[in-house]
């Protein structure tokens, strides 16, 4: 599994980490396909205090509970709990429920009615008490983050999760550039669609010629960019198996090119709102 380093942190994250969003609907067996992606080099796990109203951080719990050091573990505060105090005491609840004494990365879920600087604030404190590792944001567009890193400085902010995947490519026109011009890595979220991912003759095409799958291929045209991960959720095996050997997949630039052409940003460019 290729890895790479993870925004301003530098640490070595691996391109393609597992969602969790829904997990709670069968534990056992994502609790399997969870230790399954772990051996098989999907070592960022994201979850949120919001999946399951914390029961899938509680799977994560489980799933890791013999291995988290090879863990990165990223949670999510619900924006309504991001005040100055709701964050800390937020961010314990979840470090609870994932048996776990710190969080690699900790993330504001969305915008919030909370003051940024005042969730910042929280952020910091959590890394000096080592509660957490680093810290992020997830739904923000350009201007939001911006803000961001106007308020914490520079080099603090990690990464930006955001959604991305061949039918919704917005975010390379403004989201991306501003991203990776403050060294905020771009987590994609839902790669495919949440599940409405569609096949294509250029997919199934390139699939055949590299040995691979269309999904493996579409996988890895959203982290052809540098600054991108992605975090595909899978609660099958086989689904965990097929997202993970898109891991060492090579796409040449004539690949990207052709997909690209197939699924033309162009139509989806428009300013991405997003909420702030
Ligand atoms: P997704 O990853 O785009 O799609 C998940 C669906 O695709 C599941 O139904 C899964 O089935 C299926 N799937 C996965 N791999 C497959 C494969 N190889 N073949 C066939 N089907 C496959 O959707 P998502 O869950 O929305 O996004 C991924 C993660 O991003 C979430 O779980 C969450 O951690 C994060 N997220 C964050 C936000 C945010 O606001 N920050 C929002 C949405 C999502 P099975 O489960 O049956 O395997």
Request: aromatic fraction near 8%; include cysteine; hydrophobic fraction near 40%.
């Amino acid at each position: 599994m290729e890895q790479r380093p993870f925004g301003p942190t530098g640490i070595q994250v691996p391109v393609f980490g597992q969602g969790t969003w829904n997990m709670e609907r069968d534990r056992a067996l994502s609790i399997a396909a969870l230790r399954r992606g772990l051996e098989l080099g999907m070592t960022h796990i994201d979850t949120a205090e919001m999946y399951g109203n914390g029961e899938v951080e509680e799977i994560v719990g489980e799933a890791i509970a013999e291995r988290r050091q090879e863990v990165f573990l990223v949670s999510k505060v619900m924006p309504e709990n991001a005040s100055r105090r709701g964050t800390i005491t937020a961010c314990e609840r979840s470090l609870r429920r994932l048996r776990a004494d710190y969080l690699d990365c900790y993330l504001l879920h969305w915008p919030s009615r909370h003051p940024l600087g005042d969730t910042i604030e929280a952020f910091e404190q959590l890394v000096r008490d080592a509660k957490i590792k680093s810290w992020g944001v997830s739904n923000f567009n350009e201007g939001a983050a911006e803000d961001a890193v106007r308020i914490a400085g520079p080099n603090r902010v990690a990464c930006n999760q955001v959604p991305y995947h061949l039918e919704d490519r917005k975010i390379e026109q403004f989201v991306l550039p501003t991203c990776a011009r403050h060294q905020i890595a771009i987590v994609g979220y839902s790669p495919f669609g949440q599940g409405r991912f569609r096949s294509h003759r250029v997919l199934e095409e390139i699939a055949r010629v590299r040995g691979a799958t269309p999904r493996q291929v579409a996988l890895r045209f959203l982290v052809h960019d540098p600054n991108v991960f992605a975090i595909p959720k899978a609660a099958t095996l086989r689904h965990v198996e097929e997202n993970a050997g898109a891991g060492n997949l090579h796409l040449t630039e004539d690949d990207i090119r052709r997909i690209d052409e197939a699924f033309p940003a162009g139509r989806q460019r428009r300013r991405w709102l997003g909420l702030r």
